[in-house]
């Protein structure tokens, strides 16, 4: 196979960018987010739990706990420390299920607009492939991302045609981003 290759010339040019770095998180949990809470030995005590929007969950034994604007590392620890009342050496893990508080809309010429979960390290690709791609209408040339940074509303502009030829860098969005493809003209 190698014999092979050595013989070919290679006629491609090939383009090599820069990737933009993915925006830093947060990874606090927050309101609608779902994750699980397991617990060694405790079934009982084991469960999967949703944030309310006052950003609590209420979980057996111990009652209402703030959980929101904390790490599922942090919660894991706070949980630990109030069970240890009622078990011995309790081992706690969370796992997020579902990350509902941080979220991207994707709106316009798409097959399904709406609001979907934000994924670390999303590109507005990935998430105008959560809405199942463009309509035969989309405006590939002019695809819009609103953000809000520091009560700062920013606008971006960008060509998506220009991303599918290699011809420019993919853009990693934010949670809370809306991205909106307008109808072309003809």
């Not at 050595?6 to 987010?33: E, F, I, Q, Y």
């Amino acid at each position: 196979m190698a014999i092979g290759w050595a013989g070919c010339a290679h006629t491609g040019t090939g383009v090599v960018r820069m990737a933009a770095r993915p925006p830093v998180v947060d990874a606090t949990l927050g309101p609608g987010d779902l994750f699980d809470v397991r617990v060694f030995g405790e079934n009982d005590l084991t469960g999967t739990y949703r944030i309310g929007p006052e950003g609590t969950i209420d979980y057996p034994l111990v009652g209402r706990v703030a959980v929101a604007g904390k790490l599922p590392s942090d919660v894991a620890e706070i949980l630990r420390e109030k069970l240890t009342t009622f078990v011995h050496s309790p081992q706690v893990s969370v796992l997020v299920r579902e990350m509902n508080s941080k979220r991207v809309i994707v709106y316009g010429q798409v097959q399904h607009p709406g609001t979907f979960p934000y994924a670390n390290a999303m590109t507005v690709v990935q998430a105008i492939s959560l809405a199942g791609g463009f309509t035969s209408m989309a405006a590939r040339e002019r695809v819009v991302i609103s953000r809000v940074e520091k009560d700062q509303q920013q606008i971006i502009e960008i060509n998506l045609r220009e991303i599918a030829d290699g011809k420019a860098a993919n853009r990693f969005i934010s949670p809370g981003d809306e991205v909106y493809v307008p109808e072309r003209l003809f």
